[in-house]
């Protein structure tokens, strides 16, 4: 059922915001009217000295929005609440029919009941995806400033906000105004209620009158119908003697067709005949190619069996080259296998070599170090006799 809306005439004339004429419109007009009005969002980008930022600020941005983000994922992660894949999309302005995809009037008329399972209910619902919309906005102007040194995208994520709050208040306005036409409509269909009431009273009784008239007819009827009865029996008489009539008139004509039916069979057996002479000869025909069919099939079997025993040769030689394949490709095998031992083995020996020239390195330096073995640090020889003068006391 289509809704009556009262809106506002705008007088572009006197440049006057509103005046005093009403127009009954529907909500399908209503809404294309608000669509054809709606200026489209547009971010006119201006100079680069405007909007682009010097390295420094971009780095203090791009460190508090790297903070901020830290903390939004914190919050993300504490309320726990499962995410819906449009909150990870940035936040673009659409028109109501984008928004509810209103294409046709049945999908205008269903798309509450969808709509009402998408809206968040619980707080933390709403908060979750209040937070998912501010980490994908950051996200993209960190981004941006990194990569560009602009915000081009937090300005147009702002005015598409600020649109779509413009035209959720237009919308409550046209609510309001309908709430007010439906309150005149309610009061207009009370003073029509008991004026049709009125008027079904009157047509209550003249339906009595009626009734009455209709039991006058029947009485009418009843006698009209005896005289019926017996105008019909007379005419049933006057049809009983036409149909004997057209009975005798039919027997003729059946006599007439029995004798062009004679006259068919004649014809009949003599087609018969000819057909018949016909299916011999085909007979014939088919004994003939059956006979040549026999010895083409014997050739071809002839065909078969050396075409058999060609198969069968090359199948053998196939075999033969298939074993001598294998053979050869086990040697390999078994061939690399011994190489890539003795490659394994040379490869520990030489590691091994390696490890035992370390520690013998090794050992050798810590032998010096330590002065030990044939590195160990000689003593000096014991003086003679003589020598023990020397120790006395100073003067």
């Keep these: 059922m289509t809704k009556i809306t009262l809106t506002w005439q705008k007088d572009a004339e006197h440049d006057a915001p509103y005046n005093e004429v009403f127009e009954f419109v529907s909500d399908e007009e209503l809404h294309q009217r ?97 937070v998912c919309f501010l980490i994908t906005t950051l996200e993209t102007v960190l981004h941006e400033i990194s990569e560009k040194g602009h915000y081009y995208s937090i300005l147009s994520v702002l005015e598409a906000i600020k649109k779509q709050n413009e035209e959720s208040e237009l919308i409550e306005e046209h609510c309001r105004i309908n709430k007010r036409e439906l309150k005149l409509l309610r009061s207009k269909f009370n003073k029509e209620k008991k004026e049709y009431t009125t008027a079904i009273n009157h047509a209550q009784q003249y339906i009595r009158e009626l009734e009455m008239e209709i039991e006058d007819v029947l009485a009418y009827g009843k006698h009209e119908l005896s005289y019926t009865n017996a ?43 000819f057909v018949d002479e016909n299916i011999e000869d085909l007979q014939n025909a088919i004994n003939f190619w059956m006979i040549h069919y026999d010895e083409e099939i014997e050739r071809r079997d002839a065909d078969i069996v050396k075409i058999k025993m060609t198969w069968e040769t090359l ?39 390696k490890a035992a020239i370390r520690i013998q390195a090794w050992w050798r330096g810590t032998m010096v170090r330590n002065k030990l073995g044939p590195y160990k640090e000689k003593k000096p020889k014991k003086g003679g006799k003589g020598g023990k003068g020397g120790k006395g006391k100073k003067k």
């Design 231 to 273: 105008w019909e029996i007379t005419r049933r008489s006057q049809h009983d003697l036409k149909l004997s009539q057209d009975e005798n008139s039919y027997n003729d004509t059946i006599s007439k067709h029995l004798t062009k039916i004679e006259y068919e069979n004649r014809i009949h057996n003599e087609i018969q005949s």
């Design 34 to 130: 608000s669509l054809e009005t709606a200026e489209p969002i547009l971010i006119k980008k201006e100079s680069d000295s405007k909007h682009r930022l010097n390295i420094l600020d971009r780095a203090a941005i791009v460190i508090v929005f790297d903070d901020c983000l830290q903390q939004l994922s914190i919050i993300k992660y504490l309320i726990n609440e499962p995410i819906r894949a449009s909150w990870n999309s940035l936040f673009q302005y659409e028109t109501l029919s984008e928004r509810f995809n209103l294409s046709t009037p049945k999908r205008r008329q269903t798309f509450v009941e969808e709509e009402y399972e998408k809206i968040p209910f619980t707080e933390k619902q709403k908060l979750q995806k209040d």
């Design 315 to 353: 199948t053998e030689r196939r075999r033969n080259l298939v074993e001598v394949y294998e053979a050869h490709k086990k040697f390999v095998i078994e061939r690399r296998a011994v190489n890539e031992e003795r490659k394994r083995l040379a490869e520990i020996l030489k590691m091994q070599t």
